[in-house]
């Protein structure tokens, strides 16, 4: 299994990012996706969830501004980021109840500062 996101930058407090998450090695459109994020010194954090059927679920943080997606042509999931906080600073990552167990990406690293 790989996961590969990107999108990741520098942005300003109040912008928006769209992260993306290209996932390999497993049937991807069975599998509910996570997104989590790690700040420095902190362990990974609950973002999002879109579960097979694309239902999704938010952390209370980031309900209202987040919004989770997937294309399953594309094996990718998306996190649109809108009203974005200096706390969202954070390396972002996907991965399934499973995997994440053992397997994480490379992460993308959002950062928000004026």
């Known amino acids: 299994v790989q996961f590969v996101e990107s999108g990741g930058g520098l942005v300003q407090p109040g912008g928006s990012l769209r992260l993306s998450c290209a996932v390999s090695?497993?049937?991807?459109?069975?599998?509910?996706m996570y997104w989590y994020r790690q700040a420095p010194g902190k362990q990974h954090e609950l973002v999002a969830i879109?579960?097979?059927?694309?239902?999704?679920n938010y952390a209370d943080l980031v309900k209202g501004r987040f919004t989770i997606s997937r294309d399953n042509a594309k094996n990718t999931v998306y996190l649109q980021m809108n009203s974005l906080k200096p706390e969202d600073t954070a390396v972002y990552y996907c991965?399934?109840?499973?995997?994440?167990?053992?397997?994480w990406g490379q992460g993308t690293q959002v950062t928000v500062s004026s």
């Open positions: 879109i579960t097979a059927g694309e239902s999704t």
């Open positions: 090695g497993i049937i991807f459109s069975s599998e509910t």
């Open positions: 991965n399934t109840a499973y995997w994440r167990l053992s397997v």
